[in-house]
């Protein structure tokens, strides 16, 4: 017999990506083991971020600021906005530190699968930002899905008024890839956008 505590624990953990109840009680046990160490440092930092942690007004980033520490930082190139689908894309390219410039998190992707129109993605903000005057590139980082490619179809459509020029990034071979190994898909997209060495 579980207390009402502990259940709930195991409930709510089980919510958690990658993790079902099996993994949920593993975790909630875990906790329980290491309460000084793990479970209650884990608690405040859980309690704090859900305190203190906002969507950035302008792009879409999660910080405890607003405007976000990017959006705000003068250093970065304002010219430039990179459109991504979640915040965890913005991370992904945070962490290569190649970008400096600016970004706009849509929220998803288009899905008629899904009942995702674009009123539920953050494109008329978008739009709103690539046609301020310091505005020059937008960089469509959306994944290589079929709804990550229909979402970058339509955004380019919606910003064909705005003076600005809209890129993509470059499907092709990954870094370390044996092309035995590719997929079709990325094989035939890296043969279609080679370039002169
Ligand atoms: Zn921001």
Do not use: F
Not at 107 to 129: H, Q
Not at 169 to 197: C, F, I, N, Q
């Amino acid at each position: 017999m579980i207390g009402p505590e502990i259940e709930k624990l195991i409930q709510l953990l089980a919510k958690l990506p990658g993790l079902g109840p099996r993994s949920a009680r593993r975790v909630t046990l875990h906790l329980l083991d290491h309460r000084d160490t793990l479970m209650e440092p884990l608690a405040s930092a859980l309690a704090e971020a859900a305190d203190a942690i906002r969507a950035c007004s302008a792009c879409g980033n999660l910080d405890t600021c607003d405007p976000c520490s990017i959006c705000a930082d003068a250093g970065r190139d304002a010219a430039t906005l990179c459109v991504v689908e979640q915040v965890s894309d913005l991370w992904a390219l945070e962490r290569t530190k190649a970008y400096r410039g600016r970004y706009h998190v849509l929220g998803g992707t288009l899905s008629a699968l899904d009942g995702v129109g674009p009123e539920d993605l953050d494109i008329p903000a978008l739009i709103e930002r690539a046609r301020a005057p310091e505005a020059s590139e937008v960089i469509l980082a959306l994944n290589a899905t079929v709804d990550g490619q229909t979402t970058a179809h339509y955004v380019t459509d919606r910003l064909a008024n705005c003076d600005v020029t809209v890129t993509r990034l470059a499907h092709g071979v990954p870094v370390g890839g044996e092309l035995d190994y590719l997929d079709d898909g990325t094989l035939m997209a890296a043969l279609k956008s080679r370039r002169a060495l």
